[in-house]
């Protein structure tokens, strides 16, 4: 597991957090479509907290899109890189993260965060602030609204609703299962939200959550618990 260290220069205040957030949205690129849902890979990443030792540890696993099978993995752990701050979250996890997937041993793809990307109160979740530094294209999942409304979709696999902020559409509620609670796509970095959605819905074969962030979840809780400063 690769040992990472606060980097040089990092925010350290909410105001720097802020200012860091206002410069590099505006290189998220909304025009591209991404890549065909079901081809190449696609990695999911995730983090774990240690409060008393003030850890995080993050998880890369990277999936053949088709055949969903693990195609490679990765951890990180790192010391907790900022205070916890709504909104501000991925001043938390992103050193690590990063670690995470420069450690994997193949290209990821197609990143799917657990958490936002543009259904975020600043435009700036994790996702899209995990795409403008990487370059990859991203999405996030999310398993609830955060602050934002949605009409309840219908009830069968698939069927989705908007995400809304006022009248702007920032994601879509998404049913991946049958009558089951939806989950919540937002665009990251260089993905249309109707191939988001149908990546996520390729995700889902079996449960709520896409494959990725289930194995990424498993990944960084049993990564957790070896883990040592």
């Not at 909104?87 to 799917?112: M, Q």
Request: aromatic share 6%.
């Amino acid at each position: 597991m690769k040992t990472v260290r606060v980097p040089a220069g990092w925010p350290a205040t909410e105001e720097q957090a802020r200012a860091a957030q206002d410069e590099l949205r505006g290189r998220v690129v909304l025009d591209e479509p991404g890549p065909p849902p079901g081809t190449g890979t696609v990695t999911g990443v995730d983090v774990a907290y240690d409060d008393e030792r003030d850890l995080v540890v993050a998880a890369a696993v990277v999936l053949d899109a088709a055949s969903q099978r693990v195609v490679a993995e990765a951890t990180a752990v790192g010391q907790v890189s900022f205070p916890y701050v709504p909104g501000l979250l991925a001043f938390r996890e992103i050193p690590t993260v990063l670690a995470a997937l420069d450690t994997l041993p193949c290209p990821p793809g197609l990143v799917v965060c657990d958490g936002y990307g543009l259904a975020h109160p600043r435009r700036f979740g994790l996702a899209s602030h995990l795409g403008v530094l990487t370059g990859l294209p991203t999405i996030g999942v999310a398993k609830n609204p955060f602050t934002f409304a949605y009409q309840e979709p219908g009830a069968p696999r698939g069927s989705a609703s908007p995400l809304l902020a006022g009248a702007d559409e920032v994601g879509r509620a998404l049913r991946t299962r049958d009558g089951v609670k939806p989950v919540f796509v937002s665009v990251g970095h260089r993905v249309s939200l109707d191939h988001a959605c149908a990546h996520t819905l390729a995700l889902t074969p079996k449960y709520r959550l896409p494959e990725t962030t289930r194995r990424a979840d498993s990944l960084c809780r049993r990564a957790l618990q070896e883990a040592t400063p």
